[in-house]
Nanobody
């Protein structure tokens, strides 16, 4: 069974940075994609970024392009989300998720496995 565990959330001031981590275990797929999503109460879950395990190709939402960077370790069992120039609008619970496949994907309903989430709060 695939398990995903997020870490690294917390409280940060506007303009600050945070680095989220997601550790995956139990993955049996040869090719898979891991995505970062975020959700605030009363809103739909938003696809922030995703990365392909095959070649590291990434995809980002327009709202985070140029500020967030997603990466994967060489063992391909952990992904990271470096978040810079954070604004209060980035406040949300951030989830990582995994699906079988080759290409980055940011539609939440395409993902099969989900972590528990980590809270990110951007406030002065």
């Amino acid at each position: 069974q695939v398990q995903l565990v997020e870490s690294g959330g917390g409280l940060v001031q506007p303009g600050g940075s945070l680095r989220l981590s997601c550790e995956a275990s139990g993955v049996l797929y040869d090719y898979y994609v891991i995505g970062w999503f975020r959700q605030v109460p009363g809103k739909e879950r938003e696809g922030v970024s995703s990365i392909s395990s095959t070649d590291g190709e990434t995809s980002y939402a327009d709202s985070v392009k140029g500020r967030f960077t997603m990466s994967m370790n060489n063992a391909k069992n952990s992904v990271y989300l470096q978040m810079n120039s954070l604004t209060p609008e980035d406040t949300a619970v951030y989830y990582c998720a995994l699906k079988a496949g080759l290409w980055p994907e940011r539609r939440a309903n395409e993902y099969e496995f989900w972590g528990q989430g980590t809270q990110v709060t951007v406030s002065s």
